[in-house]
Nanobody, 120 residues
Framework: QVRLVESGGGLVQPGGSLRLSCAAS????????LGWYRQAPGKQRDMVAV???????NYADSVKGRFTISRDNAKNTVYLQMNSLKPEDTAVYYC??????????????WGQGTQVTVSS
C-alpha cells in the first residue's frame, strides 16, 4: 500500500516562497512518475507539475518559471519549490504517485493535501 505524506504548506505573503515535500512509503519510488496537483475552493483539481522517473518535468502554464518540481529517490521524497507566489496560487496542494514511469497511469495514489495560502 502506497502512503504519501505532504508537508510544508502554510501562509505566505505575495512574492514569497514555500517548499512542499511529499514522502512516500510502500513504493518502489524511483521507477514511477510523481506529481503535484492543486484544488482551489469551488474549482476542479488541476495538475501543477509532473516529474517522470527519468527526471523530465512538465508544468502548468500558470506556474512555469516560478515553481520547480524535483525528486530525491534516496529519500523517497518529491518536492515542489514555489517562488514568486501569487494570491491565485492559494489552494490545497496534493501529491500524486503514478503507476508508470512516464505518467500517472490508470491507477494512482494521492496524499491528504496541504493548504497553501498566499495573502498579505
Amino acid at each position: 500500500q502506497v502512503r504519501l505524506v505532504e508537508s510544508g504548506g502554510g501562509l505566505v505573503q505575495p512574492g514569497g516562497s514555500l517548499r512542499l515535500s511529499c514522502a512516500a512509503s510502500g513504493s518502489i519510488f524511483s521507477i514511477y512518475a510523481l506529481g503535484w496537483y492543486r484544488q482551489a475552493p469551488g474549482k476542479q483539481r488541476d495538475m501543477v507539475a509532473v516529474i517522470t522517473s527519468g527526471g523530465s518535468t512538465n508544468y502548468a502554464d500558470s506556474v512555469k518559471g516560478r515553481f520547480t518540481i524535483s525528486r530525491d529517490n534516496a529519500k523517497n521524497t518529491v518536492y515542489l519549490q514555489m517562488n514568486s507566489l501569487k494570491p491565485e496560487d492559494t489552494a490545497v496542494y496534493y501529491c500524486r504517485h503514478g503507476t508508470t514511469p512516464q505518467s500517472m497511469g490508470a491507477i494512482s495514489y494521492w496524499g491528504q493535501g496541504t493548504q497553501v495560502t498566499v495573502s498579505s
